[in-house]
């Protein structure tokens, strides 16, 4: 290789490096492009285009309705009501923390046991039996003048059952 | 037939031109010659080659595994295009649309039926058809990104299947699909976030069913077209599958050829043939369950995964589900994955279990897992709990990291014996562990399907 050659050989790629450059970073920014589209399409917030009746403010009744020591179960809002021996008011959502099976409420042995993988959860919620991991996710309650209502929009994940999670008229 | 090839067509009928120009060659072959031209002019024949090594066509080197699995495809494709005709994809039509289509459409069952058939059959030959291409040691070098591209369409089997599994929208399918995406929860940090772009929103509805559609129609069956072709091409660029002769008594000697056609493309044929006839009799015999519609507000007892899943859900009774979901699982694929491309002393490949002490080593992995699983399931059920036994360490460890140390060990102590013992080479070492794990995961899943009853307690299934 001649000195020419040499010199020719050090100093094109300058350019080229260059133009390379450019053309990785602009086939970086086509890529973060789709995935941006891809991601906007599968985004779990799209079904709000769709309509969804979840996250709204069930109405569940009057206070006296439930008495203490009970569970009432609601369909619609796939939640259960439980007022305890206190008076004080819970809402639970009904799917396992396990792996989202719906839990019914056995009144007779006054305990939530999960069909699919026999977990078992007292009147508060509470992990009495594995393999759930947590106690049933709560829904936020409010006592406006007499009348119980529930907000359905959020589930609240917590680590056990504790007094300030029990609402009072 | 050169003769033929020369005789004025002006004269023939219209039929015999339009079918001249369409095959120019000789149609019905007398001769080897027109039987290679017929394969080098044809553009489905020529996919294949004209000649194939003649030790690699008997039907025990193989099994016509890989040929199974592009019939099933095929069948699959064709069924599920007409399927696709009535399927209504929302929480409200889905289950009704299915019905419909099983009450009101002529051979709507039995199209169906196939179309389950297919999909249930692919798995099982898919995942033998992998177990021949390992035991017969074809994933060495030429073969080794192929292996990969195996592994892809295993992938896009597995998720064609799960996808479908939701779309009858019945009591089953709805629930197999809650508790599989219920699982994805337990990723740490983006599990929830996962789960919601899985289910697309919190909860199974509508949503959902079109996600799962669009890639059960669309997307899968693209990929699975693509890497199909790429898996087919690299077979071709291997020379074919791998021979069943040993490497020492291959060397220098010069393999005898047949030609493809007739003696391959005959026994192809035979195979699909056999196979479509199978899938039939099961689509009638058997036909596709159809249960109740979905209905959110009761889970079945006992709730179960998808077959080819239950594995999964069995790993989950016995192991934290750190373990049983997140790093059992990477564990799994990761080793499948870097199987090529190991370094091996001997990189032994040809006939099956690659030698006699590679089949004597084999049997005694498929003995000991056959043996331990069952004695791990039940031990696990009635008498060992770590939890208990150590109340103060976190269920990671007690749940997770302990029985799997242990299982580890177990593992290490059994290939220790197999080189000791056997005398087993790298490859062989790596058969034997590779059929103990699978049969331990064999084991578990069907202990998931047949042994599991109401609560998941074990039971005899024919009590469930």
Known sequence: ?169 | MASDREQPLENAPLIARVWKSIFPGPVLPTSDRDRKWIVFNTLLLHLRPIRVPASTIRYTHTFGLGGMSLVLVLLLMGTGALLMFVYEPSSGGAHGSIAGLERDVLFGPLVRGVHYWCANLIVVVVTLHLLRVFLTGAFHAPRQFNWIVGLTLLACVLTSNFTGYLLPWDQRSYWAVTIVTGMVEYVPVVGGWLQRVIRAGPEIGTSTIINFYTIHTTLVPVLLISFMGLHFWRVRKAGGVVPPERPADRDGQRPQYVLFLPHLLMREVAVALALFAVVLVLAIVFPAPLGEGANPGMSPNPAKAPWYFMGFQELLLHFDPLFAVVVIPLIGIAALMFLPYLRYCDPLDGPWFLSDTGRRAAALALGVGVAITPIWVLLDEFVVDPGAWFPSVSPVLSYGVLPFVVFVGLAAGFSFVVRRRFGAGDSETVQALFILLLTVFVVFTLTGVWFRGTGMALTWPWNS
């Open chain 1, 1 to 169: 290789m001649s000195e020419r050659d040499n010199r020719q050989a050090s100093e094109a790629p300058s350019r080229r490096r260059f133009l390379i450059g450019v053309w990785i970073g602009l086939g970086v920014v086509a890529l973060a492009e789709l995935f941006w589209i891809v991601f906007s399409f599968l985004r779990p917030g799209r079904q709000r285009m769709v309509r969804q009746p979840a996250g709204k403010v069930h109405v569940v009744g009057p206070l006296e309705r439930f008495e203490p020591g009970t569970v009432t179960a609601f369909r619609e809002g796939k939640f259960y009501l439980v007022r305890l021996d206190d008076g004080g008011f819970l809402a639970l959502h009904r799917q396992c923390t396990h792996l989202g099976c719906t839990v019914p409420w056995i009144a007779e042995q006054e305990r939530f046991a999960c069909p699919c993988h026999a977990s078992v959860f007292d009147v508060r919620g509470e992990v009495l039996s594995p393999p759930a991991p947590r106690p049933l996710d709560l829904f936020q309650v409010r006592i406006e003048n007499g009348i119980v209502k529930v907000d359905t929009s959020v589930p609240v994940k917590r680590a056990g059952f504790d007094p300030s999670q029990v609402v009072r008229a």
